[in-house]
């Protein structure tokens, strides 16, 4: 027995392996874990003299080795939280004859320098293999079933799969007229259903960070985190008032001193919570703590600043907030619909319900959803005129002149295109023009953002940010792609349509002190007489 070569015992099975067919990133686990094995072995001598016992114990060794290699393999030791666990001590058990010896010990420090180089180099190949055990699964609650209880009865009779299509069409109805009546309202109303949005979509990210680290007995930590959602608020929305609400502020002595010191108070607020998060730090907690830090912090760029941006769109005007709301709208229904009915070719391997039937589907019914959509809107001034607000009856007014955007104009039909339309010229609004360029955006990259979100949910393996809406998920799941859309919207609109503002300035010029509003109005009366826009008579 002890003269039996050391190569043979890899031939026995781990102690976790089954029957059933091994998955492809299992193959590869064994793979590395044979090779770190083959490693171990080759410290042995033919005689099968290894430092570790006899042919039992060496067995028994390998089987452990065999899953302890997996485990890390699947399982980086940060994920635990617990330092990795110390190599058998030099010594234990016997050689062949069953007395240890100095070259027996020698050979076992050795392979346990080599195995330590082993485990960096299968760390380093975690990001590539991607293995995880049962056991790393996130100690996240499964999501519960918050249908409400008329549904289940009316449609208990029904398959799964059309139960769900059922629970989905019935709640997006009941959204869509939710969000038809917020229009109704007004402006206000649509400025707080962004920012309940938002609070709600940062609620769900930091509960799942709070689940998925178990951070729950982290000191201050959740109050930091909803500290920090004040303070970058506060900033945004100062911003915003300082920029629309100059007017209203100037009448308010008690509003000056927080407008002309906004940002440094901003500044001090985020310090303040800053210092607090730093005196916080738990020595046996260090690493979770920066995590959650930095996860608040990404958190707060993925909702706040988007929604800041939402609400930046509106100013501009109604129609840049709900046509590019819409298109995305439309183009998920759309592309649902389609890849419910005809779906047949997956499309991303993120979202394996996505497919390219549905893709293409939705897009083109995006396209034209925007352009009649748009048509619609732009022939009232209630959706095409700037949002401002009056302080004079303090309320929020959308009476202008229609810019040029908003103006019918006639265009010339492309040569291809009169053979099959019939028309030389035709009649539209050149807001329809950019529409077009907002709803291929929705329906093109928008969805990216689901799957950025799918992505994200798989990692943590969790099927729904949140049970908020039936047959949906949580609002997370409904403005992933939102978000995404306000940002291209707000770049769009500075780059191709945003021009000098003379109601903005016009404000501007009212805050500013009256030795400082007379030399504004020299200035500019100087320039006017040099272009020959006023006579020379009337300077005095």
Not at 64 to 78: E, Y
Not at 197 to 205: G, L, P
Not at 348 to 364: A, C, M, R, V
Request: hydrophobic share 40%; charged share 20%; glycine share 8%.
């Amino acid at each position: 027995m002890c003269g039996q070569h050391p190569g043979e015992l890899l031939l026995l099975p781990p102690a976790e392996e089954t029957v059933s067919s091994p998955a492809p990133h299992r193959l590869d686990a064994d793979k590395a874990t044979t090779k770190l094995n083959t490693k171990r072995e080759s410290s042995c001598p033919a005689s099968g003299g290894c430092a570790g016992g006899g042919e039992e114990d060496r067995a028994v060794g390998l089987r452990d080795g065999d899953a302890r290699g997996k485990q890390l393999l699947r399982k980086p030791r940060w994920a635990s939280g617990r330092e990795p666990a110390e190599p058998p001590q030099a010594g234990r058990g016997s050689g062949c004859g069953g007395v240890p010896g100095a070259r027996d010990q020698g050979l076992e420090e050795a392979a346990i320098r080599r195995v330590a180089g082993e485990e960096v180099d299968l760390e380093d190949r975690l990001v590539e293999l991607d293995l995880r055990s049962d056991s790393d699964v996130p100690d996240v609650p499964p999501p519960t079933d918050s249908t409400p209880e008329i549904l289940k009865k009316a449609l208990s009779g029904l398959s799964a799969r059309w139960k769900n299509w059922w629970i989905r069409g019935i709640l997006s109805l009941a959204m869509i007229s939710g969000f038809f009546l917020i229009i109704y309202l007004g402006s206000f109303m649509l400025m707080l259903l962004v920012l309940s949005i938002q609070v709600k979509c940062y609620h769900e990210i930091i509960t799942i960070g709070y689940r998925v680290y178990h951070s729950y007995d982290l000191p201050w930590f959740r109050s930091l985190s909803w500290y920090f959602l004040l303070c970058v608020n506060y900033f945004f929305y100062g911003e915003t008032v300082a920029d629309y609400f100059a007017t209203f502020v100037q009448r308010r002595e008690q509003l000056q001193f927080l407008i002309r010191y906004h940002r440094f108070i901003s500044f001090a607020l985020y310090l303040t919570g800053f210092c607090i998060f730093v005196l916080s730090l738990v020595k046996k907690h260090y690493r979770l703590q920066f995590y959650m830090f930095a996860w608040t912090h990404v958190t707060l760029l993925i909702t706040v600043t988007q929604s800041h941006l939402v609400i930046q769109n509106l100013f501009e005007g109604m129609i840049w907030f709900l046509v590019p709301i819409s298109s995305v709208i439309c183009n998920d229904i759309t592309a649902y619909i389609f890849g419910f009915f005809f779906g047949r070719t997956p499309l991303i391997k993120l979202s394996p319900k996505k497919t390219w039937e549905g893709f293409i589907g939705g897009f083109f019914s995006t396209v034209v959803f925007g352009f009649v959509f748009s048509y619609f809107l732009a022939q009232h001034q209630y959706f095409v005129c700037p949002v401002e607000y009056n302080s004079e009856t303090n309320r929020f007014v959308t009476e202008c002149e229609p810019s040029e955007l908003f103006q019918m104009k006639q265009y010339s039909v492309p040569p291809l295109l009169q053979a099959v339309l019939g028309w030389e010229t035709v009649k539209m609004y050149p807001f329809q023009m950019h529409s077009i360029a907002l709803s291929t955006f929705a329906s093109l990259i928008g969805p990216f953002g689901g799957f950025f979100a799918s992505g994200f949910k798989r990692a943590f393996k969790i099927k729904d940010f949140a049970d908020t809406i039936p047959g949906h998920g949580g609002i997370m799941d409904r403005f992933d792609c939102q978000y995404l859309m306000a940002t291209f919207v707000h770049v769009y609109i500075t780059s191709f349509i945003r021009g000098p503002n003379p109601s903005k300035l016009l404000k501007q010029l009212l805050i500013l002190q009256p030795e400082q509003q007379l030399s504004v109005y020299k200035a500019l009366k100087s320039h006017l007489v040099e272009k020959g826009i006023l006579q020379p008579s009337l300077r005095g």
